[in-house]
């Protein structure tokens, strides 16, 4: 079915035809399909009504490529939602305003660009030598939410992969003192939007491979990328170093997000420890109240 040159979505038109590009593409798709259905970002009951979603792209690799497989997977009937793509100009000097209008004009995507001088505030609220991005995103969640709800949106979708999600992981447990990350999706504070993340198992490296290999016209993050000694960049070369010693180590710190067990952690608030109870007396074959899983201590009895 993807392989079909004939019957493609116009933002892949001019796709490699090599055979390690199509595995690519095909991976992608999956993992998207996947992500949607295991954290159930579409009602599919026969009541339910056609869902608008708002699809934020910021001209960088992974919105471009969320906003291709989302549109492929609609034009093949597997993703029953209607997509408005959505650019919020936030007036940083030396943005090319008129690269996104124009790709999404040549592609067919219905659209929408806003412009709102956030970059401003930003500017003028944050104390020299401090980093931009809490108030930056704030601001900008909140002009997205705004124009989801102006134009009948139900969703707002982030192009969040999964690296994004391991590195928010350890930013939580290394300076927040918690265990917490981006979730696939969630209700927004006023109850009123679900916030969507579809790339939420596909791998930056794949990202990053599938837009070049596309040449969509990326556009640099001037305002956050500038600066240096960033929490996210830190933890990112952790990550990295991780990786290159051990490949595979993502993927495998990510199944552990996939895989929480409450009763082997210390959040009393999560599990109730004060109510275990053991099943019988000692010696007289009682079993613990949890069997031990991978990477538990050993029980001594």
């Not at 079909?4 to 933002?11: E, N």
């Not at 070369?237 to 710190?253: C, F, H, N, T, Y």
Request: hydrophobic share 40%; aromatic share 8%.
């Amino acid at each position: 079915m993807l392989d079909d040159a004939d019957d493609i979505h116009p933002l892949f038109h001019g796709a490699p035809a090599t055979t390690e590009f199509r595995k690519l593409r095909k991976r992608i798709v999956r993992q998207v399909r996947e992500a949607v259905d295991a954290y159930g970002m579409v009602d599919r009951t026969e009541t339910a009504t056609r869902p608008r979603w708002l699809v934020c792209l910021s001209g960088g690799k992974d919105s471009y490529t969320l906003l291709a497989v989302l549109h492929e997977l609609q034009w093949r009937g597997l993703l029953p939602v209607d997509i408005l793509a959505c650019n919020l100009d936030q007036g940083q000097p030396g943005f090319p305003a008129t690269v996104l209008p124009e790709f999404l004009e040549r592609m067919g995507v219905p659209h929408r660009i806003e412009y709102q001088d956030t970059y401003s505030i930003v500017v003028d609220k944050v104390p020299a030598g401090r980093t931009y991005c809490a108030l930056c995103s704030r601001l900008r969640r909140g002009n997205l939410y705004r124009i989801a709800r102006e134009e009948g949106c139900t969703a707002v979708v982030l192009g969040h992969h999964r690296d994004d999600i391991l590195e928010t992981f350890f930013m939580n447990l290394f300076h927040g003192g918690r265990l917490a990350t981006m979730p696939p999706k969630l209700v927004n504070e006023e109850g009123d939007l679900f916030v969507l993340r579809p790339l939420a198992h596909v791998a930056e490296a794949d990202c990053d491979r599938f837009a070049r290999a596309m040449s969509y016209p990326i556009i640099p993050c001037d305002l956050c990328g500038s600066q240096d000694g960033l929490q996210r960049q830190q933890v990112k070369k952790i990550l990295d170093d991780w990786e290159a010693r051990s490949p595979g180590r993502r993927q495998v710190m990510f199944r552990a997000l996939t895989n929480a067990r409450p009763s082997h952690l210390l959040d009393s608030g999560l599990f109730d420890f004060a109510g275990l109870a053991v099943s019988g007396a000692v010696g007289q074959g009682a079993t613990p109240a949890t069997e031990p899983g991978p990477g538990d201590p050993p029980r001594f009895e």
